[in-house]
T-cell receptor, first 114, second 114 residues
Framework: NAGVMQNPRHLVRRRGQEARLRCSPM?????VYWYRQLPEEGLKFMVY????????ESGMPKERFSAEFPKEGPSILRIQQVVRGDSAAYFC????????????FGPGTRLTVL | AQSVTQLGSHVSVSEGALVLLRCNYS??????LFWYVQYPNQGLQLLLK??????LVKGINGFEAEFKKSETSFHLTKPSAHMSDAAEYFC????????????FGQGTILTVHP
């Protein structure tokens, strides 16, 4: 059973461009979570999604950031008009529909904004 | 609201010595508690979890943690450190009111000296 897949692993963007980060959950997992790890900071929750639904987006910045988890295909975290402060590691995690709250993490996407 | 405090951003031990990484949590309801390890430029790997069963939890790689409700603590220990234990360790909590949202501590970097 393959683990959580994220791509790309590294992404370089210039200020003002768009960044799209993809996450494929583990097989059988219908819950996806996105976290951000900024330099010198801990991991911060961004958003929790189930298929076609956003359950909790309390950690998402109000502007430029959006997330989706369509019926088919990976979850996408989209950052529009990136700024240097968006440079960070973005981690996706997934969990099964029924469980004990354990989340399985992907290897992360490291975004660098020039 | 839930929160996690990890005492000590850096811990250094000698190979073979006891490892003790401290974690205190705040939660208004019985929590689920986790310890994750992160090696450089990698994702997070679950070490162990507390889900209201036994208060002494055994995890992978010889680590264990004890849930102490009276002290609101979930400290991570390992009797004998190995060089391969050098990594960053994160304590995290989910409480019933924030289902799906892992709240992480700031992390503790463990250094193991020969």
């Amino acid at each position: 059973n393959a683990g959580v897949m994220q791509n790309p692993r590294h992404l370089v963007r210039r200020r003002g461009q768009e960044a799209r980060l993809r996450c494929s959950p583990m097989k059988g997992h219908s819950h996806v979570y996105w976290y951000r790890q900024l330099p010198e900071e801990g991991l911060k929750f961004m958003v929790y999604l189930q298929k076609e639904n956003i359950i909790d987006e309390s950690g998402m910045p109000k502007e430029r950031f959006s997330a989706e988890f369509p019926k088919e295909g990976p979850s996408i975290l989209r950052i529009q008009q990136v700024v240097r402060g968006d440079s960070a590691a973005y981690f996706c995690a997934s969990s099964p529909p029924m469980g004990d709250n354990e989340q399985f993490f992907g290897p992360g996407t490291r975004l660098t904004v020039l | 609201a839930q929160s996690v405090t990890q005492l000590g951003s850096h811990v250094s031990v000698s190979e073979g010595a006891l490892v003790l990484l401290r974690c205190n949590y705040s939660s208004s309801v019985p929590p689920y508690l986790f310890w994750y390890v992160q090696y450089p430029n990698q994702g997070l790997q679950l070490l162990l979890k507390y889900t209201s069963a036994a208060t002494l939890v055994k995890g992978i790689n010889g680590f264990e943690a004890e849930f102490k409700k009276s002290e609101t603590s979930f400290h991570l220990t390992k009797p004998s450190a190995h060089m391969s234990d050098a990594a960053e360790y994160f304590c995290a909590v989910i409480s019933g009111t924030s289902y799906g949202k892992l709240t992480f501590g700031q992390g503790t970097i463990l250094t193991v000296h020969p």
